[in-house]
């Protein structure tokens, strides 16, 4: 393979962001344009002579412009061996003339489900021709071009002057790469979106058509937002993905200042936002993370009041956190994050005030959200193992109040209560096995990611304890707390373990074979139970 000269080129856009400038570079090398629909009228418009499709194919665009470019006078000039005699000879009998450069991107198929368009319309924005074309070129690339996406406009460009209006080789089979890639990306999105059971509208249900939340083949499509400096380890490669039709996400988040993100990073500001998430329509709350954990949570009138009894949790672990809210950040919540050292800071916002504060400490990342994810909204989760990947649906799981069973003699009081349905939703984000004291609408010690229940309830307690005694306070602030277990306490002892540290109220899924062992125990040191009827596993 070697330089191809265009001398002719198919324009055929939905995204039209520097069309004109690149159709004005190819028509000063006396490319030949033809282009279809909006693109013609947009070149026309600019001044530039164009050819319609229709031209070349001697049929008008039709069907609403369904039909216009699937036609063998285009495929044949896309798809031509051009140095093969028999495929010289059908081009010259049929009147087929090459095409060099293809510049087409599909319908805009992801944006127009992420807007929440009705069925027909967003069939109507599922492309057929567009990525026939971009095959077809892209298989063909010895001889022709093919260009899905704007941002590679510049370099064509530029190459076309460097080569006196040809590509190279290295250039054609780059871009037909990307263009399968950008092929099967789309078609992805549309076989996700068949895949999901609100796609359907069959009388009968989803399952009327064989609708599965887990179909025989899983298509993803994943747009790459950025090479990180490297994964969780120096030594490992990484980069950040985008799924395509999401608006509320650390993927999304516009970082005002700060280095760039690392891996760690992301991951750890996407724990503290999922957890803050639960409490988007509840009072100011501030979670601080840290590898993955939450080291502290609380609710309060204000969202500094809220930051202080956070860190309060656990100031050793907070050094170096992730921290996120679930308002709008201001001046004097800005001082009091600023000061200890803090690795992020998400939130829906920041005024101009916080802002300042925070540009005050160049290395701290900024990170504004514009909205909180919603904490029950469908999806799906993967973690990838040896030869293969496990799919589940995210942990989307809410208490309904009714649902709550106490177990024990003694029913909990008011404040018991809330604090319990506090700590459960902390503990949901918590790794296994996780323990949570609570109290008064924030953590008082959390205990994660141990083998045994028991260990987990005794580190939460122990830190409690050496909270109380770097802050000065009387006493731990596990006395009068209610704990949760994020599955159940198997035996009693992790239960005596929470009476040990003064909690005089329970929550926990229940469903063990000991479990009159452990009400009894819950009984006889005067606690309140409540079993929720559901687990919260995170590993």
């Not at 790469?177 to 796609?199: L, N, P, R, V």
């Not at 996407?270 to 993370?289: C, K, Q, W, Y």
């Not at 590898?291 to 009041?305: F, I, Q």
């Amino acid at each position: 393979m070697s330089d191809v000269k265009i001398a002719r080129a198919l324009l055929s856009v939905s995204d039209k962001s520097g069309l004109v400038d690149l159709a004005r570079a190819l028509a000063a090398r006396d490319v030949e344009l033809v282009s279809t629909g909006g693109t013609a009228r947009a070149l026309r418009e600019a001044g530039l002579a164009v050819k319609d499709v229709s031209d070349l194919t001697g049929f008008p665009e039709m069907m609403d412009g369904r039909v216009k470019t699937l036609h063998p006078m285009v495929h044949g000039g896309l798809l031509a061996v051009r140095d093969d005699p028999a495929h010289a000879a059908a081009m010259e009998a049929h009147g087929i003339g090459a095409i060099d450069l293809v510049v087409v991107n599909l319908y805009p198929f992801a944006s127009t489900v992420a807007k929440g368009a009705a069925r027909d319309e967003v069939i109507e924005n599922i492309d057929i021709g567009g990525p026939s074309m971009v095959r077809s070129a892209a298989k063909n690339h010895r001889y022709v071009t093919i260009v899905t996406d704007p941002a590679d406009y510049p370099a064509l460009i530029a190459e076309l002057g460097e080569t006196g209006g040809a590509t190279r080789e290295a250039t054609r089979i780059r871009l037909a790469g990307k263009a399968y890639a950008h092929t099967a990306a789309y078609d992805s999105a549309i076989a996700g979106w068949f895949a999901q059971t609100d796609a359907f509208t069959h009388p009968a249900g989803p399952e009327a058509l064989g609708a599965t939340r887990f179909p025989a083949l899983l298509p993803l499509a994943f747009a790459r937002a950025e090479t990180l400096r490297y994964g969780e380890n120096p030594h490992q490669a990484a980069a950040l993905y985008r799924a395509s039709g999401t608006d509320a996400g650390i993927a999304q988040a516009r970082q005002l200042q700060g280095k760039e993100l690392s891996y760690n990073n992301y991951n750890d500001a996407d724990a503290a936002l999922e957890l803050v998430s639960e409490f988007r329509d509840g009072p100011p709350t501030v979670v601080i993370v840290k590898h993955a954990n939450p080291c502290g949570v609380a609710s309060a009138d204000t969202l500094v009041e809220a930051y202080r009894a956070a860190l309060a949790c656990d100031s050793v672990s907070a050094f170096g956190g992730i921290i996120a809210c679930n308002r709008p950040l201001d001046a004097e919540t800005a001082e009091a994050m600023t000061g200890i050292f803090t690795e992020v800071v998400v939130a829906p916002d920041a005024d101009a005030a916080a802002q300042a504060v925070f540009a005050r400490k160049k290395n701290l990342r900024l990170l504004l959200t514009g909205a909180l994810p919603d904490p029950v909204r469908p999806g799906l989760v993967f973690k990838s193992i040896a030869g293969g990947v496990l799919v589940q649906g995210r942990d989307d799981g809410r208490l309904a109040p009714d649902a709550l069973r106490v177990v024990t003699r003694r029913a909990p009081t008011a404040q018991e209560h809330a604090d319990a349905l506090f700590a459960w939703t902390v503990a949901k984000h918590v790794k296994s096995n996780a323990i949570v004291y609570a109290k008064d609408g924030a953590t008082a010690g959390i205990g994660a990611g141990q083998m045994n229940r028991l260990e987990s309830a005794r580190i939460a307690a122990w830190k409690a304890r050496d909270a109380a005694e770097k802050a000065g306070w009387p006493a731990p602030r596990t006395i009068g707390s209610a704990v949760a277990s994020d599955a159940f306490f198997p035996f009693a002892d992790g239960l005596l373990a929470a009476v040990e540290a003064g909690a005089t109220a329970v929550i926990q899924p229940g469903g063990s074979i000991r479990d009159e062992e452990v009400i009894a125990a819950a009984d006889e040191a005067g606690l309140a139970m409540l079993f929720t009827g559901m687990r919260h596993f995170r590993h």
